[in-house]
Each structure stands twice: as C-alpha cells, then as structure tokens.
C-alpha cells in the first residue's frame, strides 16, 4: 500500500472546495442533475419501503433494462439471467474484473495515459501493470504496435478504456479489428471500460465485444454515472462469459452483497425512460458537451497549448511542453495564481508527463471565464 500514490485528481479537488471564486476543471463530472423522472423513481422506491437486499446480481428488472439497452445501442447481446452483474459502480466493476483474473505475478497491459485507477487496481490483486506508450499523433489509439512487443507469458488482461479518460481518444471498428488480430492466439482477456459509450462525438461507440472473435474473452464495464448524470447514485455493470461473470459475482457477494436498492429502481427509470425518449436526456447533455468541447479545444490552441480534438468523454489533454514547468508545478501554480483547477497528466502515467487534464463537464459560462483565466497565465510563460 506504501507504493501506490493518493489520487492526483482527488488532491486538486480536495485544494478547490476549500478555495473561494476557483474554478474546478478537474473532476469528471456531470455538471447536470439526475434528470428528474430518475429521482423521482428513487424517491418512490423509499415511500413503497423498499429498503431491502435485493439479489446479489441486483434485480431481474434492472438487469434485463440494461440487456434491453446495451442490445439496442450497441448491439452486444447478454443474457440477464447469468451474463450481467450490477455493481457499485464501474470502479466496483473494474476491481471484480481484476481479482477475478489475476494470480500474483500477472501482468496487465495498461494503455498510458491512462485513467488513474487501473495500475493500483492491479497491484491491490498482486499483479503487475505494464505501461502501453501513447501519442497525440495517432490520436491516442492503441495499435498492434504499441501492443506486441509488451506480450509476455505472464500477460493475462488488457484494459481497453475508450472513450478515453483523460486523452477523449477513441477507437473506431478498423482500430479494434487489427488489436483483435494482435490478441489472436494468446488466452489474454480483455477488461473494456465503456463508461463514455454514449460520449462519442465521431459516429456511433463501438465496443470491442461486437467482434465475434472477442466476444467470449470481453469483459464490457459500463455504468450510469457519465450518460445518465448519476455519479453520486454509484451504480454500474459488467457483462461477460457467463463462468467469469459467476467467479466475479462470488467476490462480490462476499465483499458488497449487492448494489443500493434505490439506486437500482432508478436505474430501471434511466432505460425506460430513455428507451421511450430515444434517449432525448442522454442526447441533450451529449449535445451539450460536444458544443463545449470545441470552444474549449479552440481556446487553448489559439492560447499557444496545442490540445488534440478529443473524439469522446468530456476531457481536453492540452500540451503544456515547452512551459518550463513540469504538469504538476503548472497545476499548482495556475491553482494559486489564477483559481483554476486542473490535473496534471503525470497523474494518468508517464506519458502523461507534459499535458493536463480539463473537465468540460461545467457551465459554459465557466468554461469561458477558466479559459481567459488561463491565457492570462500561459501568455507570459509563452513570451
């Protein structure tokens, strides 16, 4: 435990709700309420007393939403009786995928930069995270490449995070069908974390699952948090072989039980709602980020940041080379000198080294006023 590092996210964050007139860019989340079909849900679901377990699986309804659901947008079929397991979460997810994988020495392949999670998460299951370099240049996909010379006979997961926290890098099918060919012939599982599907801005989310040859060895992690503006709600989902997801339900069962009930009933809310609306809440703050994704990616090149357009989530990852300061002092200084919060990229891997991560996930409004706040710093490193 002595050798994994606090959150780099969560120490800004902690530094900004103590600081009066800042202005957070550093936390991924929703600035939208939970719409209010969904509470309203949650609240009925307390005044009918239901205060109770529900089945470690969670409920039947909820689960046979979400198979109704990841069917009908992302054509991945699972059976809602032994193929789905809600969880608390996707981070809950991501825990379960990987101490049901791992034995002590496993390597994982972890792209980098990378959400801040996945290396501790292998290391609490006495496995060993290998680091996948990413660029800018190839807009933070994940080739064959990148991935074959780090193979080793140890090598038994690869996390595949995209949408991508914090680089909003993608990958479209062609991407996906050259790893699927790179994987072939080894026994390597993949952990897909899809919490952004639904944030994609260039054409449709395509989950790697779809594939027929990586259907059987895909173990797809979504949630409401992002699509539905449910954070504090933590509720999530995996989905998978029906034998892995059984082993992950046993670590579940004995370390959680089961996800909150009243989250649950407004999870059933979320996709019934959503199936009847087309989805029109989901659309809404999906339209919502896309606008402000491009006046953010705008504003800091036109500032002298170089910042690849990101295809998906709700992050811009400017460059910061060139400033004469690592992320992490550029952070602290633009947190003490100009009140904005950011989170320096070495907090997602080595290569994050010489970026930062900003949330658009707030008021446009905001977004705005942190953008002039920032040129105001950034203009006399420039000089």
């Given amino acids: 435990m002595a050798t994994v590092p ?15 007139d800042a202005i957070s860019l550093g936390v ?35 689960r046979r939403e979400i198979a109704r659901y990841l069917e009908g947008r992302f ?26 994988l791992l034995d002590p020495g496993d390597e994982v392949l972890i792209p980098d930069p990378g959400y801040v999670s996945y290396a501790p998460g292998v290391v609490f299951a006495n496995a060993v995270p290998v680091s996948i370099p990413m660029s800018a240049d190839n807009g933070f996909k994940l080739t064959p490449e990148l991935i074959l ?15 991508s926290n914090p680089t909003g890098g ?3 099918r062609q991407s996906l069908e050259a790893l699927a060919g790179a994987l072939e012939g080894t026994n390597i599982a993949v952990i897909s974390d899809e919490i952004y599907a639904e944030l994609t801005y260039s054409g449709k ?18 949630g409401f948090s992002k699509a539905f503006a449910m954070t504090g709600w933590r509720l999530g989902y995996l989905c998978g072989h029906r034998d892995l997801v059984a082993a992950m339900c046993k670590i579940h069962q004995y370390s959680i039980l089961c996800a909150s009930t009243m ?6 809310e979320a996709l019934k709602q959503g199936r009847a609306t087309d989805y029109a809440d989901v659309k809404r703050m999906h339209d919502a980020y896309d606008l402000r994704r491009r006046v953010v990616v705008n504003g800091f090149n036109d500032m002298g940041l170089p910042c690849y357009e990101p295809e998906g989530a709700f992050y811009a990852f400017p460059s910061i080379k060139g400033m004469g300061l690592s992320s992490d002092e550029f952070c602290e200084r633009l947190l003490r000198e100009k009140k904005v919060a950011a989170v320096p990229g070495s907090a997602f891997g080595a ?26 710093f950034v203009a006399p490193l420039l000089k």
């Avoid at 010379?149 to 949408?163: D, G, H, S, V």
């Avoid at 989310?205 to 979504?222: F, G, K």
């Avoid at 989250?263 to 059933?268: M, P, Y």
């Fill in 6 to 20: 606090k959150s780099g996210i969560r120490k800004f964050f902690d530094i900004v709700a103590e600081m009066k």
């Fill in 28 to 62: 991924g989340e929703p600035d939208f309420v939970t719409p209010w079909n969904i509470r309203q849900a949650g609240m009925r679901s307390l005044e009918k007393g239901m205060t109770g377990y529900t089945s470690n699986w969670g409920t039947l309804e909820l």
């Fill in 75 to 100: 054509d991945l079929a699972y059976d809602p009786a032994d193929q789905i397991l809600v969880t608390i979460g996707a981070s809950e997810a991501i825990d379960l995928a990987l101490r049901a």
């Fill in 149 to 163: 010379p780090r193979i080793t006979q140890r090598t038994k997961a690869l996390i595949l995070p995209f949408p």
């Fill in 170 to 172: 993608i990958m479209d």
């Fill in 205 to 222: 989310h395509v989950s790697i699952a779809q594939l027929p040859s990586m259907y059987e060895r895909t173990i797809v992690i979504n």
């Fill in 263 to 268: 989250a649950q009933a407004a999870g059933v």
């Fill in 351 to 376: 290569q994050g080294e010489g970026f930062i991560r900003c949330s658009y996930a707030t008021s446009m409004e905001q977004l705005k006023e942190a953008l002039r706040r920032i040129e105001g």
